[in-house]
């Protein structure tokens, strides 16, 4: 029942036209899904920024979607 809000990138370094960025709006067990036609096939770094009480939080991980 906690505030988070923020954003998810999916960042293509080899192709600026597949970079998509989206609100962060997880459901009430803390999980957001994708649909497959959200992000394009390729390789990304998906970048996360969020807060939750005033607490500024990122993580950044490599992702591959095929």
């Known amino acids: 029942n906690k505030?988070?809000?923020g954003t998810i990138l999916f960042?293509?370094?080899y192709d600026k036209k597949k970079d998509k960025k989206f609100v962060l709006q997880p459901d009430q067990d803390g999980v957001q899904v994708?649909?497959?036609t959200d992000v394009s096939p390729g390789g990304y770094t998906v970048k996360i920024n969020w807060s939750?009480?005033?607490i500024k939080y990122f993580s950044e991980k490599n992702l591959i979607v095929l």
């Open 3 to 5: 505030k988070i809000a």
């Open 11 to 13: 960042y293509c370094a």
């Open 52 to 54: 939750n009480e005033g």
């Open 34 to 36: 994708f649909e497959p």
